[in-house]
């Protein structure tokens, strides 16, 4: 007699009930919900039962534990040929539930009312990943992979060894930004993070990087003016009022107009999503053109999720932002507000409202002003850094063109005041320069 065909579900528990150590070799691949026999469904929840109580696993205990199970508990061991293909049966069992999963979130998408019809989307997506972590390597398998980035790296022609952001010290210090980070640029108030993050993102797609920027706060037409002042160094003033203008200044801004068409660099201006929607709109962007960088000013702009607390609702973003980070292989500089109440140089605990910010970033850099009477003179520090040093550096910022330069205040010359047309009518009419 020909035997019957078993099911990948009855060969996994059938595996199990030959050899209980089987369950551990497919307990990260697996839960009971991706089983689709109810009565498979119950048997596995036995099996784990029995696993975590640290008992046997086997026919016996199986009916022990649940007697009106045993019979089938039997049945499958008698009809499995070996357990040693347990994580080989497991295999096809999670695909089907990854399957049923995405048709029966079809299904839902459809039903998707108004409201936060994005956002809920995304979460009925989620749901749909699988559960497992991937497999444990030994590590000689990982020493492969180093050694081959190793040599990437010794042949580039670079010494960085992610997207650079244009400023030495920085670069040298980070080695780029690398794929996967989560980067903290924190600052207080109209000290200068977006402009200086507009000019990381500039640097980056000048070079040929697809740079998503995610502007919450400012219009994107706001953005490309900035962009504009700091492509072509004109007055950032003169691209906002251009009757200001002179007429020598027009071919440099037509000039930086089409570099700035010309580049990589998307903008989403879209306004308070919440975390999922933002993720949804960074992975329909990512899906599109790959992105080498994406920046997102800022997180207090992000709609806070449902949580116990405001730390808990910032752990929840900060968490998932990483994530996306890890799962694209693409960098993510984040930028946040420090508590108003920092007296001196910022530090990691001055980030405001959740210690879950510097646990999840890899990156942490403070934007600084020390002396507020001398506004060109800022710092960058670096208060955290996995794989590499902290640092302090020097920035001359120069908010009229929108530029930043390191430098030391030490070689720096007195300040000279402008004697242009404009700062004569930015004198007499009292134009403000935004430095944030």
């Not at 000013?297 to 405001?310: F, G, H, K, V």
Request: a neutral charge; glycine letters at 6%.
């Amino acid at each position: 007699m020909i035997p019957r065909q078993i099911s990948a579900e009855e060969a996994v528990l059938g595996a199990i009930l030959l050899d209980g150590a089987g369950y551990w070799q497919v307990a990260d691949l697996l839960v009971a919900e991706d089983f689709m026999v109810p009565a498979h469904i119950a048997l596995w929840r036995v099996i784990a039962d029995l696993a975590q109580q640290n008992v046997p696993i086997d026919i016996f205990t199986v009916g022990e534990k649940a007697p009106a199970l045993m019979g089938l508990a039997a049945g499958l061991a008698n009809s499995t040929p070996t357990s040693r293909n347990v994580r080989a049966y497991a295999e096809p069992v999670a695909t089907a539930a990854i399957l049923r999963r995405v048709r029966t979130a079809g299904q839902r998408i459809s039903a998707v009312g108004e409201g936060d019809p994005l956002g809920e989307a995304q979460s009925i997506l989620q749901a749909c990943a699988p559960r497992h972590l991937g497999t444990i390597r030994h590590a000689r398998e990982f020493l492969r992979e180093s050694q081959a980035r190793m040599q990437t790296r010794a042949e580039a022609a670079s010494e960085l060894i992610g997207v650079p952001c244009g400023i030495p010290k920085l670069d040298a210090a980070t080695g780029g930004w690398e794929r996967g980070d989560l980067v903290i640029l924190a600052a207080r108030p109209s000290v200068g993070k977006t402009a200086v993050s507009l000019q990381w993102a500039l640097h980056a797609a000048a070079r040929e990087s697809a740079v998503l920027y995610v502007s919450l706060e400012m219009a994107g037409s706001h953005l490309t003016d900035r962009a504009l002042a700091h492509l072509s160094g004109v007055h950032h003033d003169y691209v906002r009022r251009p009757k200001l203008m002179p007429e020598a200044d027009w071919p440099l801004i037509m000039d930086a107009a089409t570099k700035l068409a010309r580049m990589p660099l998307r903008i989403d201006d879209c306004s308070a999503p919440t975390v999922d929607q933002l993720c949804a709109r960074i992975r329909q962007a990512h899906a599109a053109q790959p992105l080498a960088l994406v920046l997102i000013d800022y997180l207090s702009q992000i709609t806070p999720p449902r949580a116990n607390s405001t730390n808990d609702g910032i752990q929840i973003i900060t968490r998932q932002l990483k994530a996306l980070a890890k799962q694209l292989q693409v960098p993510i500089i984040l930028l946040c507000q420090l508590n108003r109440d920092v007296a001196g140089r910022p530090r990691l605990a001055n980030l405001r409202d959740s210690g879950a910010i510097e646990q999840d970033a890899d990156i942490v850099i403070f934007l600084h002003r020390p002396d507020d009477s001398r506004r060109e003179r800022l710092e960058l520090l670096i208060g955290k850094n996995r794989n590499g040093p902290l640092d302090e550096i020097q920035l001359h910022a120069d908010f009229r063109s929108q530029r930043f330069a390191e430098t030391s205040w030490e070689d720096e010359p007195a300040p000279i005041l402008p004697a242009s047309r404009l700062a004569r009518r930015v004198a007499s009419q009292r134009i403000p320069y935004g430095d944030d």
